[in-house]
């Protein structure tokens, strides 16, 4: 399986140059096939010819995060709390340390790079290093606090020019970061990113489900279905909050409450929805 390189991700959204994206593209290409020693000279004649260039950073980045990791097939418990066969990707500690330090060293001069922050964010956070990783999303968004327009993306093209969305790509980035969390075994650090994302996008219903999720995993129904409440009184016709709301009530004895909810998403134009719902309905009326 070809490994996934971090400062490439959101290609879908950006229409890159292929001629100025030149190096960039010898750097993936090398390290797909494997090719460690040729991209280790590549980089180091590019940083003789422009040695604070932030995109030779994360060509370092990605060398160091990528040339020990190993990609294993395992079976065991899923962050999801599911138990089954997975496929996961072990980095090195000193490499990874490594990597994340060009990345900082990048940061320092190019403050406004949002490609470079969620490189960090994400290796991090793919490493299971969930502290760590939730204190780089807050160090985001205390930058993303001071400047809300004015970003930076791969090669330094600016969101401004291309008409992107800042808000919408930092929405879409963070919802992607919270699935990344273990929700059951590091509560604090998942915890501590959920409050300041939420801080932030406070009325956001996908990041109060994530919240609602962090109570749920403890069993703490009765904090889930609060978190769920204001969300359903935002979007009450988003069928996973309602599902949930239904869900946590039933989980936690409340059957009457849990079927008038689940009779409210079986309602909704959505053959999943329906679905989901009937097979909720039959197991309450039968409590």
Same mark, same amino acid.
């Given at each position: ?230 969300? +359903?009184?935002? &979007?009450?016709?988003? %069928?996973? /909050?309602?599902?949930? =709301?239904? #869900? @946590?009530?039933? !989980?936690?004895?409340? +059957?009457?409450? &849990?079927?008038?909810? %689940?009779? /409210?998403?079986?309602? =909704?134009? #959505? @053959?999943?929805? !329906? ?13």
């Amino acid at each position: 399986m070809k490994k996934r390189f971090l400062f490439i991700s959101l290609l879908a959204l950006i229409a890159f140059n292929i001629q100025a994206f030149d190096k960039q593209n010898q750097v993936v290409e090398g390290l797909q096939k494997g090719r460690y020693e040729a991209v280790k000279v590549l980089l180091e004649e590019w940083e003789k010819e422009s040695p604070s260039d932030p995109d030779l950073m994360t060509g370092w980045f990605n060398y160091y995060l990528f040339r020990n990791a190993e990609e294993k097939n395992i079976v065991g418990y899923m962050k999801n709390g599911q138990y089954g066969s997975y496929s996961k990707t072990f980095y090195n500690d000193t490499d990874l340390k490594k990597a994340i330090s060009y990345l900082d060293k990048a940061l320092k001069k190019n403050p406004n790079r949002m490609d470079i922050y969620f490189g960090k964010i994400n290796a991090l956070l793919n490493a299971e290093k969930y502290s760590e990783g939730a204190n780089a999303i807050l160090e985001f968004l205390k930058v993303y606090d001071k400047n809300k327009t004015d970003w930076y993306w791969t090669n330094n093209q600016k969101f401004s020019t291309n008409r992107w969305n800042v808000e919408e790509v930092v929405v879409s980035a963070l919802h992607d970061y919270c699935t990344l969390f273990d929700y059951y075994t590091d509560r604090n650090s998942a915890k501590k990113a959920l409050d300041g994302i939420l801080k932030r996008f406070p009325k956001n219903v996908i990041f109060m489900n994530y919240l609602s999720y962090y109570y749920s995993s403890a069993k703490e129904y009765d904090k889930s279905i609060e978190v769920l409440l204001s969300a +359903y009184k935002i &979007a009450p016709d988003d %069928y996973v /909050i309602i599902g949930n =709301l239904a #869900s @946590d009530y039933e !989980k936690s004895g409340k +059957y009457r409450e &849990a079927e008038k909810y %689940y009779t /409210i998403m079986y309602q =909704l134009d #959505s @053959d999943e929805a !329906k679905q989901y719902a009937a097979s909720g309905l039959e197991r309450v009326r039968n409590k």
